[in-house]
C-alpha cells in the first residue's frame, strides 16, 4: 500500500511518498500551486495507484489551528471532492520547513523552495507511519483494527461504519490514550486444572492461524497471477504481421490488437466478462475486485478501445479509465507555468523534453518551434515572415509562452507543426472569448504585452494573489520603475546556460540578459513561461486595492505581503520573511 504526504503551501505543495511494505517517506518534488494543483496531485497518485493521502496540519506553538490550518482544510476538501474514495488524513505538524531546510543544509549548499516542501512533506508522512505504527504497538485491546498492516482501513476510531473506500471524506488521526488497567495487589494462584486445555486451545488457534496464513498467501498469489497478462509473448513489432515475417514464432493473434467496446449503462462485471470473453484477462472476477478496490469502477468510460493479450489486466483498467479510445491516439498535457527548456536547466521538465518523449526528432522539433505560424494570438511576435519581431529572442524559444496550458489528444505520426498549429488555436480562442486583447489595450499593453506580463505573474503567484501582484507590476511599469522580478531573472540564468545550482543569488540577478528585469527596465522580449486563464484575467483586471503598491513578496507563512514604499517594503522583509527571502533562487 502507498501513501501520498502532502506539504500544502499557499506557492508550492511539498510531496512525499511511502510504501507500508518499507515504512520510510521519501521526499517526491513539489507541485506549484498555479490553479492546476489538484489535477497534478491526482497525476501523481494515479502513478503510484493510490487514493490515500497524509496532509500536513499546521498548528502553533501551543497547540491551536491557525490559518494556515484552515487552508490545509479547504484543500484537503477540494482533493476529496475531486477524488471519490479517496482516504485523507492530517497529521498535526509545526515549524517541519524548518526542521527540512535544517536537514537539506547538511546535505547539500544549494537547494530549491521547493526541495524544502518535498523533504517538510516526507517528515510529515515519516510522523504519520510511526504514529499508527506506535498505535498499533500499544495492546491488542487497541481500538484500531489490525487491518492497518497494510494500512487498509480507516485507522479514524471514531469514524462511523459507513466510511469506507466508497465514501469521500477528511479524516482526523485521533490520539486517544490507552487506559491501563489497575494492578493488583495479590498473587493469584496458578489453576493447573485449565494448563491442558488451554494448551489444546492454543495448539488449535496455531492451526487455524496457519491455515488461515497459507489461504490468504494462496488467494494473493492467485489474485495476482490473474492479473497478469493473458500471452507473455514479445509485440515489439508495429504489427503481427510484421512480427510474422520476421524469426518470430509468436502466433498472430496475439499480437493482434482486438476492438472492445464499452456501452452506457455496462457494469464492471459485464466489462469483465466481454473482456474474458475476447480472450484479453485471466480472471474477471479478479477484473473485477481490482477495480473496486482501486475505486475504478465507476471511472471506467464508455467508447472502442484496442487491446493486446500481452496487456496486463491493470493496464486494460487504466487505459478504460484513461478513456484513451484507440491505441492511434496520443494525449499531451501542457501545465501552466511550464516553459520549453524546463526550469532551472532541466530539460526534463520542459515543453521540449515532452516532445521528444512522443517520439519527435530534434530536426522535427527546431523546424516546428521555428516556423512562421500565421495565428492572430500571435501578433507582435513577427516583424514579417522571415524575422522575429525583436532579434533578443532565441529562435528556438519564439514560442515560449504561446504552447497553452491543456491536454490536447492527436493521432500518432501527426506532424508537430500541426500539433503545434492546433495548440496556438486554443490559446486564441481563449484571448477571443474572455475579450483579452481590448481588456489588455484598456490597461495600456499590447496583446503581446498582457501575455508576458502574464507569464511572470504565472511565476511569481498563487492564483488568489495574481489580481495584486499584476497591480504591482503595472504601478512599477506606469511609473518606468523596472519590475524587478526575480523569475525573470532565474529565466534569464537557464536560457544563457547559467548553472543555478552552482550559482550565488548575486550572480543570478546580474545576469546581462533583457529578460532580467532585475537589472533591465521593461517587460522582458518575450513570455518566460505558459500563463494560466487566472494569470491573463489578472493582467486584464487587476485588483484596484493595490493601486498605490509598488512592492511585494511571500512570507514564511505563506501570505502575500504589500507595501508602497522601499522602507517599508524592506521592513516587511525583517517581519515576515526570514527564510524564505534567503533562500536560492
Known amino acids: 500500500m502507498r501513501i501520498i504526504g502532502l506539504d500544502v503551501g499557499t506557492k508550492r505543495i511539498g510531496v512525499a511518498k511511502a510504501d507500508t511494505s518499507v515504512r520510510i517517506a521519501i521526499p517526491n518534488g513539489y507541485v506549484l500551486v498555479n490553479g492546476q494543483e489538484i489535477p497534478e496531485i491526482l497525476r501523481i497518485a494515479r502513478l503510484n495507484d493510490t487514493n490515500f493521502f497524509v496532509v500536513g496540519l499546521p498548528r502553533s506553538n501551543d497547540g491551536n489551528e491557525t490559518a494556515q490550518s484552515a487552508y490545509a482544510r479547504k484543500f ?18 509545526s515549524l517541519t520547513s524548518v526542521v527540512a531546510e535544517e536537514r537539506l543544509k547538511k546535505r547539500k549548499k544549494n537547494f530549491e523552495k521547493g526541495e524544502i516542501d518535498a523533504e517538510a512533506a516526507s517528515i510529515i508522512l515519516q510522523d504519520f507511519i510511526e504514529h499508527y505504527a506506535a498505535k498499533l504497538a500499544q495492546n491488542s485491546a487497541s481500538k484500531i483494527p489490525n487491518q492497518l498492516v497494510n494500512a487498509a482501513t480507516n485507522i479514524n476510531p471514531s469514524a462511523s461504519p459507513a466510511a469506507t473506500l466508497g465514501s469521500p471524506e477528511v479524516q482526523s488521526i485521533i490520539n486517544e490514550p490507552t487506559k491501563s488497567e489497575p494492578e493488583s495487589t495479590e498473587s493469584p494462584r496458578p489453576d493447573r486444572s485449565l ?79 466481454n473482456l474474458k470473453q475476447a480472450d484479453l484477462i485471466r480472471n474477471p472476477l479478479a477484473f473485477e475486485l481490482y477495480s473496486r478496490i482501486n475505486n475504478l469502477h465507476a471511472k471506467l468510460k464508455t467508447g472502442k478501445y484496442s487491446f ?86 532565441p529562435a528556438k524559444l519564439a514560442l515560449e509562452g504561446y504552447l497553452y496550458g491543456e491536454t490536447y489528444q492527436f493521432y500518432n505520426h501527426e506532424k508537430l507543426e500541426n500539433v503545434i498549429t492546433t495548440i496556438l488555436n486554443q490559446f486564441n480562442d481563449v484571448v477571443v472569448s474572455n475579450q483579452l486583447e481590448e481588456k489588455f489595450k484598456a490597461r495600456g499593453l499590447s496583446l503581446r504585452e498582457g501575455i ?61 540578459s533583457l529578460y532580467n528585469t532585475r537589472k533591465f527596465p521593461g517587460l522582458p522580449p518575450g513570455p518566460i513561461a505558459v500563463p494560466s486563464k487566472a494569470a491573463l484575467l489578472a493582467v486584464a483586471e487587476p485588483d484596484s486595492s493595490k493601486a498605490s503598491m509598488l512592492y511585494f513578496l511571500t512570507g514564511d507563512d505563506g501570505l502575500m505581503y504589500y507595501s508602497s514604499t522601499d522602507a517599508e517594503h524592506n521592513q516587511k522583509i525583517r517581519d515576515h520573511c526570514q527564510k524564505l527571502c534567503k533562500v536560492q533562487i
Open 308 to 393: 493486446r493479450k500481452t496487456m496486463s489486466a491493470r493496464a486494460i483498467a487504466k487505459q478504460l479509465v484513461n478513456g484513451v479510445v484507440s491505441s492511434d491516439v496520443f494525449n499531451l498535457t501542457i501545465l501552466p507555468g511550464a516553459n520549453l527548456l524546463g526550469d532551472k536547466g532541466k530539460s526534463q521538465t520542459g515543453i521540449i523534453h515532452q516532445f521528444r518523449t512522443l517520439g519527435y526528432s530534434e530536426e522535427e522539433i527546431n523546424q516546428a518551434l521555428t516556423k512562421h505560424y500565421d495565428n492572430p494570438v500571435l501578433k507582435g511576435l513577427y516583424a514579417d515572415e522571415t524575422k522575429l519581431s525583436n532579434p533578443e529572442i
Open 195 to 273: 494448563e491442558k486445555p488451554m494448551k489444546k486451545v492454543k495448539r488449535i488457534l496455531l492451526s487455524l492461524f496457519i491455515l488461515l496464513f497459507l489461504a490468504g498467501l494462496f488467494g494473493g498469489g492467485y489474485y495476482w497471477y490473474s492479473l497478469q497478462p493473458v500471452s507473455s509473448a514479445n509485440c515489439r513489432f508495429d504489427s503481427a504481421k510484421a512480427a510474422s515475417e520476421s524469426n518470430e514464432k509468436e502466433s498472430n493473434s496475439v499480437c493482434e490488437y482486438q476492438t472492445i467496446e464499452i456501452s452506457a449503462g455496462e457494469s464492471v462485471k459485464q466489462i469483465a466478462n
Open 452 to 512: 508576458i506580463l502574464a507569464s511572470i505573474i504565472q511565476k511569481e503567484a498563487r492564483t488568489e494573489d495574481m489580481p495584486g501582484v499584476s497591480m504591482v507590476f503595472q504601478n512599477r511599469r506606469r511609473l518606468g520603475i523596472a519590475l524587478g522580478s526575480d523569475v525573470t531573472a532565474t529565466y534569464a540564468a537557464d536560457i544563457t546556460g547559467i548553472d543555478r545550482t552552482n550559482a550565488t543569488n548575486a550572480d543570478i540577478l546580474a545576469v546581462n
Open 76 to 93: 484537503a476538501d477540494t482533493l476529496a471532492a475531486s477524488m471519490p474514495g479517496a482516504r485523507i488524513y492530517f497529521q498535526d505538524e
